[in-house]
């Protein structure tokens, strides 16, 4: 059974920084996809950052520069360093993985991944 879950969500100030994980465990695959996502109320999904199976990375431009996505491949787990937060981060962050090769910006824009975590919540105030 598949499982992506997240965790590291919280409340922080702007300018604040947050860490955000996502354990996958059970992909059936050796080469994956992921990528983190976002949707904040009454707004679409968005992606935020994404990493392909060569270890290639695209952002948002919203986050160019203040977040970092990273990949423990050993320990399958997925980071989003989250610096220099603002109240506009504000949203339910999720991550997202499929099979096959990909690059960072197919992993940024997938629109019908095969795997979903729950999702962490991140709250920016001013």
């Known amino acids: 059974q598949v499982q992506l879950e997240e965790s590291g969500g919280g409340s922080v100030q702007a300018g604040g920084s947050l860490r955000l994980s996502c354990a996958a465990a059970g992909l059936p695959y050796t080469s994956h996809c992921m990528g983190w996502f976002r949707q904040a109320p009454g707004k679409d999904r968005e992606g935020v950052a994404g990493?392909?199976?060569?270890?290639?990375?695209r952002y948002a431009d919203s986050v160019k520069g203040r977040f970092t996505i990273s990949k423990d491949n050993t320990k399958n787990i997925l980071f989003l360093q989250m610096n220099n937060l603002k109240p506009e981060d504000t949203a339910m962050y999720y991550c997202?993985?499929?099979?096959?090769?990909?690059?960072?910006?197919?992993?940024?824009?997938?629109?019908?991944?095969?795997?979903w975590g729950q999702g962490t919540q991140v709250t920016v105030s001013s």
């Open positions: 997202a993985a499929d099979g096959g090769y990909c690059s960072g910006a197919y992993a940024l824009t997938m629109t019908d991944p095969k795997y």
């Open positions: 990493i392909g199976s060569a270890g290639s990375i």
